[in-house]
């Protein structure tokens, strides 16, 4: 069985720092791993994902992530917050059909 | 290149009503979804299309049937609404699905079953 898990809830930082947010999966065989971000009202769209080779993935508006096989982990980065990334992010797993997070909400605060 | 279009945006129902959620894409894609999002849940799978003529369950496929039409369009339907279906549907699309390509969402549709 495949599972994606986003440990919390709520992020909150303020403009200019760097943000972290976490997931964590749980597959047998090698995952294709991804970030989406969702507006209010929108539906969601696609940050970055990772499929082989290189563990840090640069994806849209400046975010990042990094991919660790020994802890299951691919925790989405950037190195200084804006305002405009309040929303909330997605983690997904694919390795027969896709299986989502539950949702981190990100608030960043001027 | 409208991406995904879902119609309707919002539909209040009642229960027993029936009703179908329209899905439609101008990417060429192969591969279509329907998803369910709910508070504390995330997205789950209810169907979906790998390509032109085939559909398949996913993870929570009961209550719920859906249709290719077409390569571009793809419906979903429920025959009987209850309240537990009180949620936001979303339909997606892809290249293919056996491929690790990104997905594309529409708006969404939020549906309230009384």
């Known amino acids: 069985a495949q599972s994606v898990a986003q440990p919390e809830d709520q992020v909150n930082v303020a403009e200019g720092n760097p943000l972290t947010v976490k997931c964590t999966y749980s597959v047998s065989g090698n995952p294709y791993l991804f970030w989406y971000v969702q507006y209010p009202n929108r539906g969601l769209q696609f940050l970055l994902k990772y499929i082989t080779g290189d563990n840090l993935v640069k994806g849209s508006y400046g975010f990042e992530a990094e991919f660790n096989k020994s802890q299951t982990s691919f925790h989405l980065k950037k190195p200084s917050a804006l305002v405009s990334d309040s929303a909330l992010y997605f983690c997904?797993?694919?390795?027969?059909?896709?299986?989502f997070g539950a949702g981190t909400r990100l608030t960043v605060k001027p | 290149n409208a991406g995904v279009t879902q119609t309707p945006k919002f539909q209040v129902l009642k229960t027993g009503q029936s009703m179908t959620l329209q899905c439609a894409q101008d990417m060429n894609h192969n591969s279509m979804y329907w998803y369910r999002q709910d508070p504390g849940m995330g997205l789950r799978l209810i169907y979906y299309?790998?390509?032109?003529?085939?559909?398949d369950k996913g993870e929570v496929p009961n209550g719920y049937n859906v249709s290719r039409l077409n390569k571009r369009e793809f419906s979903l339907r429920l025959e009987s609404a209850a309240p537990p279906q009180t949620s936001v549907y979303f339909c997606?699309?892809?290249?293919?699905?056996?491929?690790?390509?990104?997905?594309?969402f529409g708006p969404g549709t939020r549906l309230t079953v009384l």
């Open positions: 997904a797993v694919r390795v027969n059909d896709m299986r």
């Open positions: 299309s790998a390509s032109e003529g085939t559909t």
């Open positions: 997606a699309s892809s290249e293919w699905a056996s491929d690790p390509n990104e997905q594309f």
